[in-house]
Nanobody
């Protein structure tokens, strides 16, 4: 059974940090690029970050550049999103997603085959 399980969300004060995890099972994780998307209430889904299958390419939305860092451990079949200097506007449900397209980036939502269930991130004082 194919699964992506997102975890690591929570409530954090502005300026704080969180690390999200995306644990994969049921498919060959090492062949897939991974991205993180987020969706806030009343807003469209936004691509946040992307990492290619071989860890060679990473991409970030302008809104998170320099604050968020994506990584992966193929041996553990897990991807991560380190989020630093969090802002209230980062509040959203974050989903990881997997695609065989190493050039998909954060724009092509339709390219992603598998999705995690989402983890809530709330940034508030």
């Amino acid at each position: 059974q194919v699964q992506l399980v997102d975890s690591g969300g929570g409530l954090v004060q502005p300026g704080g940090s969180l690390r999200l995890s995306c644990a994969a099972s049921g498919f060959n994780f090492g062949y897939y690029a991974i991205a993180w998307f987020r969706q806030a209430p009343g807003k469209e889904r936004e691509g946040v970050s992307f990492i290619s299958s071989d860890d060679g390419t990473t991409k970030y939305a302008n809104s998170v550049k320099g604050r968020f860092f994506i990584s992966r451990d193929n041996a553990k079949k897990t991807a991560y999103l380190q989020m630093n200097n969090l802002k209230p506007e980062d509040t959203a449900v974050y989903h990881c997603a997997a695609t065989l397209d190493d050039y998909a980036g954060v724009e092509s939502v339709e390219a992603f085959d598998y999705w995690g269930q989402g983890t809530q991130v709330t940034v508030s004082s």
